[in-house]
């Protein structure tokens, strides 16, 4: 039986987007996004223009949460939520580009 850190890779690594949520900068309410994003080794990349928003908002206040969510009949279809710190990362870094290859 898988334990669940690798039940959480496996579904990770199943999917391609995810819900990410900031908390706005202006109006300090929530404000969620649908991006691409990467697993590797349980750090999450999300891809986004500098200029969006979201990553805007993350300047300020680094604290979001995202949700996957896989296709399924089941109601509620199967998800994962993970909230934590994000970190604003160059376009060139290595670590991402690899997650993404």
Same mark, same amino acid.
């Given at each position: 039986?898988?334990? %669940?850190?690798? #039940?959480?890779?496996?579904?990770? /690594? /199943?999917?391609?987007?995810?819900? !990410? /949520?900031?908390?706005? +900068?202006? +109006?300090?309410?929530?404000? +969620?996004? @649908?991006?691409?994003?990467? &697993?590797? *080794? @349980?750090? !999450?990349?999300? %891809? =986004?223009? #500098?200029?969006?928003? #979201?990553?805007? *908002? !993350?300047? %300020? &206040? ?9 296709? =399924?009949?089941? !109601?509620?279809?199967?998800? @994962?939520? %993970? ?5 604003? @990362?160059? /376009?060139?870094? &290595? &670590?991402?580009? #690899?997650?993404?290859?």
């Amino acid at each position: 039986m898988l334990d %669940i850190q690798q #039940k959480v890779v496996k579904f990770l /690594s /199943s999917h391609a987007y995810c819900t !990410i /949520s900031t908390i706005d +900068s202006e +109006s300090n309410t929530p404000h +969620s996004a @649908l991006v691409r994003y990467a &697993n590797h *080794n @349980l750090l !999450i990349y999300c %891809i =986004s223009a #500098k200029k969006r928003k #979201k990553v805007r *908002n !993350i300047a %300020i &206040n680094p604290k979001v949460s995202i949700v996957v969510c896989g296709r =399924s009949f089941l !109601i509620p279809p199967r998800s @994962l939520i %993970i909230s934590g710190e994000a970190t604003i @990362l160059e /376009s060139d870094d &290595n &670590n991402a580009i #690899k997650a993404f290859t």
